[in-house]
T-cell receptor, first 111, second 115 residues
Framework: QKEVEQDPGPLSVPEGAIVSLNCTYS??????FMWYRQYSRKGPELLMY????GNKEDGRFTAQVDKSSKYISLFIRDSQPSDSATYLC???????????FGTGTRLKVLA | SAVISQKPSRDICQRGTSLTIQCQVD?????MFWYRQQPGQSLTLIAT?????????ESGFVIDKFPISRPNLTFSTLTVSNMSPEDSSIYLC????????????FGEGSWLTVV
């Protein structure tokens, strides 16, 4: 079993839709959770990171962590064609400097 | 956060040659990391490079193939040696500016195609 599982997609949604992207993990020691956006042939861009269970909001993006279920989500409201990219989740244990990445979900927002 | 510049951004390389990728950060950082992302795959850590010490390589990666330099707190290089088509990937430099292991930032990446 992989430490981090992420549905590869592709996920196609109409412009303006609410998008839900998800990752599950097996290592209960993970403490930090990150979401990255990656455009084709570019480096990943950090969107959000969270530490505790619960929600964290930043503009149209909301990151949600449920440590009891070992499940994290990224919600995108009012999705735009410019949101079309691959979204990667990542996790780490504090102080280890080991980051485990999901395989990424390809998102396409249709105009 | 951190601003990370990588050179080259992309290159087409001949089989058997070597290429050095440069990574420049806009602030001093202790931890720098080199990742590889093969087409359609997620990120794989090649090595961790700390200033003043030898790089630490992950399983499956060796110094002879991927020598790394870290001469100061803002700069690092990764060389991909004796390239084969299997080395065609995006190579990414990343840093943990806070040094707490809770977030890392990536450069734009170096897209290498080996022919």
């Amino acid at each position: 079993q992989k430490e981090v599982e992420q549905d590869p997609g592709p996920l196609s949604v109409p412009e303006g839709a609410i998008v839900s992207l998800n990752c599950t993990y097996s290592n209960s020691a993970f403490q930090y959770f990150m979401w990255y956006r990656q455009y084709s042939r570019k480096g990943p861009e950090l969107l959000m990171y969270t530490y505790s269970s619960g929600n964290k909001e930043d503009g149209r993006f909301t990151a949600q962590v449920d440590k009891s279920s070992k499940y994290i989500s990224l919600f995108i409201r009012d999705s735009q064609p410019s949101d079309s990219a691959t979204y990667l989740c990542a996790m780490s244990v504090s102080g280890t400097y080991k980051y485990i990445f999901g395989t990424g979900t390809r998102l396409k927002v249709l105009a | 956060s951190a601003v990370i510049s990588q050179k080259p951004s992309r290159d087409i390389c001949q089989r058997g040659t070597s290429l050095t990728i440069q990574c420049q950060v806009d602030s001093q950082v202790t931890m720098m990391f080199w990742y590889r992302q093969q087409p359609g795959q997620s990120l794989t850590l090649i090595a961790t490079a700390n200033q003043g010490s030898e790089a630490t390589y992950e399983s499956g990666f060796v110094i002879d193939k991927f020598p790394i330099s870290r001469p100061n707190l803002t700069f690092s290089t990764l060389t991909v040696s004796n390239m084969s088509p299997e080395d065609s990937s995006i190579y990414l430099c990343s840093v943990d500016p806070g040094g707490r292991g809770n977030t890392i930032y990536f450069g734009e990446g170096s897209w290498l195609t080996v022919v």
